[in-house]
């Protein structure tokens, strides 16, 4: 069996009978959490692992804020830094700007970690306005990359037109370095492969098909088209919102081994959730 048949096959099932072909998805070479990693056409740099702030988020508070809090949340990131993981993932929804203004106050540069922040905007003055909040809440003068997010209709396009034109004159304003959108729908995902303004996709994959758009098989051909076009493609529900953690070793050669995913974000709640994950990504990268 090859991997491409493998995913076309039904990747859920057969991880759901402890069938995983492991073989499959194993590389010569290590991948690791701190790899630096250059995203879609800005070359956008970071690590290959994203500290994420949201694995449930809602109303502005997620599992990470409510159990964390800001001092925990800002402890947890520093830590990352000091090893290498470049890469934070936050949300007005998740409320966790002022976590992550927190973890750049205890003495990690700006210009050394990539912010990624989401918006619910559809609007210009929306946009506008939130940029301008975004960035007072983070104390910051720029953002990496900004999405729009929780794409549901195949027309978001349209809804989203407004924003959309405001993003893109903050990219060439500096203000962002690139802009994109998350899925969660399959008709939002092919949208979002077929627009040229989406340069970066937020997308739902793990083998279970779990809390995802479609099953793997019909996902992974879509963001390899989108890989294709030269958009930067960041994974997410990579443990299907949780509810995979107890096959970590599986979902993380999955995401590892496809060629169209170039990083992940993964919301841990622990140093040692953290270091847990920084040791199992380079052992199920090359697991036989």
């Known amino acids: 069996m090859k991997r491409r048949d493998f995913i076309r096959g039904g990747a859920g099932s057969a ?3 402890g069938a995983f ?15 630096r990693v250059k995203l879609g056409p800005m070359k956008v740099e970071m690590s290959r692992l994203a500290m994420g702030t949201g ?6 508070s997620s599992n990470q804020t409510k159990k964390l809090g800001v001092a925990g949340i800002s402890d947890l990131f520093k ?26 106050k205890s003495g990690v540069p700006r210009d050394k970690v990539t912010i990624l922040t989401k918006t619910h905007a559809s ?11 975004f960035r007072k809440e983070l104390n910051t003068d720029y953002f990496d990359i900004v999405l729009l997010h929780c794409m549901l209709d195949g027309n978001w396009t349209e809804k989203k037109k407004g ?42 994959i793990n083998p279970a098909g779990i809390a995802m758009d479609a099953p793997p098989e019909v996902v992974v051909p879509i963001l390899r088209d989108m890989k294709a076009k030269g958009k930067g493609i960041i994974g997410m529900k990579i443990f299907g919102a949780g509810r995979l953690r107890n096959r970590a070793d599986e979902c993380l050669q999955f995401a590892l081994g496809l060629d169209c995913v170039d990083v992940f974000t993964i919301g841990t709640e622990s140093r040692a959730e953290l ?7 380079p052992a199920a990268s090359v697991r036989g």
Not at 21 to 35: S, V
Not at 55 to 60: A, I, R
Request: with cysteine.
């Open 15 to 17: 991880l759901a009978l």
């Open 21 to 35: 072909p492991h073989h499959l998805f194993a590389a010569t070479t290590k991948k690791n959490a701190n790899d």
């Open 55 to 60: 694995t449930n988020g809602s109303g502005g």
């Open 79 to 104: 830590a990352g830094y000091d090893n290498g993981i470049t890469f934070w993932d936050s949300a007005d929804q998740y409320g966790s700007h002022p976590h992550l203004r927190a973890a750049l």
């Open 123 to 133: 609007t210009e003055s929306e946009m506008k306005a939130d940029l301008d909040r």
């Open 163 to 204: 924003a959309m034109n405001v993003l893109s004159e903050a990219r060439e304003k500096g203000i962002i370095k690139t802009h994109g959108v998350s899925c969660h729908t399959l008709e939002a995902l092919k949208t979002a492969a077929a627009t040229d303004w989406v340069q970066v996709d937020l997308a739902r």
């Open 275 to 281: 270091q847990d994950l920084m040791t199992k990504i």
